[in-house]
């Protein structure tokens, strides 16, 4: 079985209890989406749902790593900005981190203090812009903790086809010059 933790904190890096994480699993490979995988239960799209404790940590445990699978993942916690993401679970009975950093929420009610442009027309201080519903949130910024190990993950079949293929051609070429 393998298992992800979902280590969720503000910008100041203080962990948030009781943030809400939905996971939604799902293979698509055409194994995964064959009608023995479904019959075996395997490669369908899973939901799973998990709160952070006190160390702002949710860790979900899934079966569906035989075949690998893609994810998606939201969270939310009152009085910061939902956050959304996806990632790739390769071919592994593994444990992963990912890391989600929630912006609070801002609602101007203590700004004023903003001056020239550096608040911008919105009303909002330096950082942040107003959204839909009127309040000031953060600009986003990109997280890539991760990001190579989620390459290699994505790529895992393809890398160990290409380890194949050298390995048989050596071999094809020692015997040939023998």
Request: with cysteine; charged share 10%; glycine share 12%.
């Amino acid at each position: 079985m393998g298992s992800v933790t979902f280590n969720v904190s503000d910008e100041a890096g203080t962990p948030i209890t009781g943030a809400k994480v939905v996971m939604v699993a799902y293979s698509t490979s055409a194994i995964a989406k064959s009608p023995l995988s479904s019959w075996l239960g395997m490669g369908q799209t899973n939901t799973y749902t998990a709160y952070t404790d006190s160390d702002g940590k949710a860790t979900i445990n899934f079966a569906d790593t035989v075949l690998g699978f893609d994810y998606k993942y939201t969270v939310s916690a009152n009085g910061f900005e939902t956050q959304k993401g996806t990632g790739n679970v390769g071919y592994c009975y593994c444990h992963f981190n990912v890391y989600v950093t929630m912006p609070e929420i801002y609602t101007g009610a203590t700004s004023g203090t903003s001056s020239g442009s550096s608040g911008g027309s919105s009303g909002c201080p330096p950082g942040f812009s107003m959204n839909n519903t009127g309040n000031c949130v953060q600009n986003p910024y990109a997280n890539t903790t991760g990001e190579i190990s989620n390459w290699f993950q994505e790529h895992e079949t393809a890398i160990l086809i290409v380890a194949v293929v050298i390995v048989l051609f050596t071999i094809l070429m020692v015997a040939m010059f023998r």
